[in-house]
């Protein structure tokens, strides 16, 4: 009979997680509805910005423009169309036929709009066409014309302006038809979109989970754990993030993250957690020494891959734009809540429902038609009806034992099913450790095969073709792009500071005109104030406002000697800066990324050799995603089917963002086949059937959580909004080459490879993981010099109830066969 282990309380931290289980959940459930309340407008809070150094020259340029020269800085335009409203033109002073928009019932009707509009609180610098005669104010065909104004305050109360005055300016008034657009517009509308995408993600993502986690435990109730411990992960991390947004910007990007990994993270971390749970039951423990086991082994995975995960999205702090730094925020806030949800909410209702975690197991009812031809009346083999015969005559005993009976044997059948599940993972191992340095070559190739697109990629910024072709925000901006000789609101802005004379400012205009590339310079413009303090001029490049050209004349015309103090913003300039933010600050983040992984990965392992190539394995699995990027999203290819507009280009920070979110998934999913291979090479010794061992005990595991990861980050990459389509689609592609073809062939390979050199240390730092080190295990081991003596076997005939050998037993047998 197999030896069934004895109770144990466990230690410290099993003790005090699970002392009063009622009231741990009692007080979590609690502390999630007040974390519904605080974080409740949170998205509201939030902006859409955040691409810009802020203590770059183009922000410096632009605020004193703001405060100098309002006007100079439009981020409302009213974009007035007479086409079909009712002008046709009228006649100009020499009586022959003018523009439409130059009509007097048109005139007049704009002069109105434009009056109404500079009342409006909080708006200033309003101008238009018909103020100036500006020709970049006009259509080429008349037909069109603009109001631009700007909404003064930061981000969040110019966008609660624009919310407020919009309704009254758009829409028909006499013979035109204005439509509101604007970099603010842009924003505003780009951050409505966001959060009615999110919403729909969630919905899509939270029933396809659910039923992928019955499929994978079986179980109903197993498969619930999870997704409660993701929720409580999202609704914890937004009270987080509205508490942050009271001291700093955060971006509204940033709840898309806090869906993904709040749900994917969460679920991996219950999986493993709940997975090691049900082996332990299904091995013989009771139900509180499976949950010490369990967190002492698969807790502490747990713990190390939040740790690495918090590091890589950690590593975004580096970075002074506030678009990555929010990511940080989301990031390591929902990590750190995931794994605290897992390690003491988890276990807390892991010891209330004991065998039951194994209720409405829906893969019963196939074992039972599988086995009704062959055992229908061998009472023996299940344990309900062992259970049913034992309590025919013992009242309320009966009835108790026959139900620890049936769970008993239920949590034994899962277990059973869960080993024979892992044995395509062993074959898959075995194979792959034949023929080694085929499947090494084949696989690293073809992954660098995958991501060669990404050499020809091109930073850009993100502008209004983010958002779906119908929204009125960026209607009109294509309207200006296609229909108007200037951008309004665009090109570069030259800002002179420092008392001029009229010569030497037309001088330096000159040479500005003189940049190879410029097509026009307007200004210079003085401050109001009088005394020529400050001025600027308008550069307007040729072709794209932020193309590689327009990059260029940036650097020539900040080049310019100048007898005044000089600095240039524009969109070109804000791309110009934030590409030197991130290439200075670029490999300090993956320095710390890097250190950080070899230190944590050298505590899991001991090995020098492991954490080098956990680095660069995960960095190889990244290499799909970032070429798909490219041959998808700057090259075009798919974008009808996937409903975007291709720019030609990358926002500059996505890679960035994307990199640090895939490669702590990437090393999530890297601790749990690590961490399983080293326990059982301490226990046995034997390199190879340890590979084994870790690839079929986590490689439907890992499968199983990327696949659901993979499901709610397409989700998320149905997003209407271009930025976070990519996000969503290129994390769940590198989420699922890593899964699938890193952990699947390339380690095992890799390591087959290394032999027994893998678990190599040099003496000082052997001893220093011998005291500091963690295992799986709980303490620091060495490998054992030759496998355990193989148990006892069973006797041939079970009794009724008895749970059949455990785990480690089956892991002997399976190592001296």
Same mark, same amino acid.
């Given at each position: ?14 003790? *005090? ?6 009231? &741990? ?27 810009? #150094?802020?203590? !770059?020259?183009?922000?410096? %340029? $632009? ?18 169309d ?22 007097? !019932? ?7 709009? =434009?009056e ?57 008034h ?26 729909? @993600? ?38 987080v ?11 509204v /990007?940033?709840?898309? +993250?806090?869906?993904?990994?709040? *749900? ?29 086991t369990? $967190? ?44 605290? @949800? ?5 276990? =807390? ?8 975690v ?11 038609? @599988? ?31 026959? &139900?620890?009976?049936a &769970?008993?044997?239920?949590?034994s ?29 084949a ?5 660098v ?13 993100? #502008? ?39 010569g ?24 109001? %104030? ?18 590689? #050209? ?20 524009g969109?070109?300039?804000? +791309? ?21 992984? $070899? ?35 700057q ?5 009808? $089917? ?19 979110? %895939? /490669? ?24 190879e059937? %340890? ?37 969503g ?19 095992? =390979? ?19 993981? #011998? ?13 054992a010099p ?9 006797p ?22």
């Amino acid at each position: 009979m197999a030896e069934v282990k004895k109770p144990s309380s466990g230690g410290g931290w099993t003790r *005090l997680v699970t002392a009063r289980p009622r009231l &741990s959940l009692l007080l979590a459930l609690v502390i999630t509805a007040l974390a519904v309340l605080a974080g409740s407008g949170v998205g509201d809070r939030m902006g859409s910005g955040g691409w810009e #150094d802020p203590d !770059a020259e183009s922000t410096y %340029a $632009l605020e004193v423009l703001e405060r100098e020269f309002p006007a100079s800085q439009p981020n409302l335009l009213l974009l007035v169309d007479v086409s079909g409203a009712g002008g046709t033109g009228g006649t100009g002073a020499a009586g022959g036929a003018s523009p439409a928009v130059d009509s007097p !019932a048109v005139a007049t009707e704009a002069r109105k709009l =434009a009056e109404r509009l500079d009342a409006e609180p909080g708006v200033g610098g309003v101008g238009s066409y018909w103020s100036t005669g500006s020709p970049a104010l006009r259509s080429a065909d008349g037909r069109q014309a603009v109001i631009a104004a700007r909404i003064d305050g930061d981000e969040k109360a110019a966008g609660a302006v624009l919310e407020r005055i919009a309704p009254a300016f758009r829409g028909t008034h006499g013979p035109v038809e204005v439509s509101v657009g604007g970099p603010l517009a842009v924003r505003h509308e780009m951050q409505t979109i966001i959060q009615e995408d999110l919403l729909k @993600a969630e919905m899509i993502a939270l029933p396809i989970t659910l039923v992928l986690l019955v499929m994978v435990f079986g179980s109903a109730v197993a498969a619930l754990l999870p997704l409660g411990i993701g929720i409580v992960a999202i609704l914890g991390t937004n009270a987080v993030l509205r508490g942050i947004t009271e001291l700093t910007d955060v971006s509204v /990007f940033a709840q898309n +993250l806090t869906t993904a990994l709040g *749900l994917g993270l969460a679920i991996d971390y219950a999986l493993f957690v709940v997975r090691r749970f049900r082996e332990e039951l299904a091995a013989g423990a009771d139900t509180r020494t499976a949950v010490a086991t369990t $967190l002492r082994t698969a807790g502490r995975t747990v713990l190390f891959s939040a740790l690495t995960v918090a590091v890589s999205l950690a590593a975004m702090l580096v970075f002074p734009q506030y678009f990555l730094r929010s990511f940080a925020y989301a990031g390591i806030a929902v990590v750190l809540l995931a794994a605290a @949800a897992a390690l003491i909410l988890l276990p =807390a209702a892991l010891v209330l429902l004991g065998d039951r975690v194994n209720a409405l197991d829906l893969r019963r009812l196939f074992r039972r038609r @599988a086995g009704a031809g062959a055992g229908a009346g061998a009472g023996a083999g299940t344990g309900v009806e062992a259970g049913a015969g034992a309590g025919a005559g013992s009242g309320v005993e009966g009835a108790s034992s026959a &139900s620890a009976s049936a &769970s008993s044997a239920s949590a034994s059948a899962a277990g059973a099913v869960e080993r024979e599940a892992g044995a395509g993972w062993a074959r898959t191992a075995d194979l792959v450790m034949r023929r080694a340095p085929l499947f090494a070559v084949a696989t690293a190739t073809g992954l660098v095969l995958l991501g060669l697109p990404f050499l020809g990629v091109r930073f850009g910024t993100a #502008d209004d073709r983010q958002l779906p072709a119908t929204a009125e925000s960026r209607v009109v901006q294509d309207r200006l792009r296609d229909a108007f000789p200037g951008n309004p609101g665009g090109g570069i802005t030259v800002l002179a500071e420092g008392a001029a004379t009229p010569g030497q400012y037309a001088r330096y205009r000159e040479r500005i005109e003189a940049v190879d590339g410029v097509a026009r310079v307007d200004g210079p413009m003085t401050s109001p %104030a009088g005394g020529n303090t400050h001025a600027y001029f308008t550069v307007v490049p040729e072709g794209e406002t932020v193309g590689s #050209d327009a990059q260029r004349v940036v650097g020539e015309v900040r080049a310019e000697k100048a007898p005044f103090t000089t600095s240039v913003t524009g969109a070109a300039a804000v +791309l110009v800066d934030s590409k030197d933010a991130i290439g200075e600050r670029l490999p300090w983040a993956a320095a710390i990324i890097a250190v950080v992984t $070899l230190i944590l990965v050298f505590l899991l392992t001991g090995s020098l050799l492991i954490p080098l190539q956990a680095v660069v394995l995960n960095a190889l699995s990244l290499t799909a995603m970032f070429g798909a990027v490219v041959w998808v999203f700057q090259e075009g290819h798919l974008s009808g $089917l996937l409903g975007f507009t291709s720019t030609g280009d990358i926002e500059t920070t996505l890679p960035v963002l994307m990199f640090c979110v %895939a /490669f702590g998934l990437s090393m999530d999913y890297g601790v749990f086949l690590l961490s399983r291979i080293k326990e059982e090479y301490d226990a046995t010794g034997d390199h190879e059937h %340890a590979v084994r061992f870790g690839l079929r005990r986590t490689g439907g595991l890992i499968t199983a959580a990327a696949v659901i990861l993979a499901v709610v980050m397409v989700a998320i990459g149905t997003s209407r909004v271009t930025n976070t389509k990519m996000l969503g689609l290129g994390v769940a592609l590198a989420v699922l080459m890593d899964a699938m073809v890193v952990r699947s062939l390339l380690v095992p =390979a890799v390591m087959k490879l290394t032999g027994r050199l893998t678990w190599w240390a040099p003496g000082p730092l052997r001893r220093f993981h #011998d005291r500091f080190g963690i295992s799986e295990g709980g303490t620091p081991a060495t490998p054992a010099p030759a496998p355990p003596t193989p148990a006892t076997p069973a006797p041939a005939t079970p009794t009724p109830g008895t749970p059949e050998p455990g785990a480690d037993s089956a892991r002997e047998k399976e190592h001296v066969g």
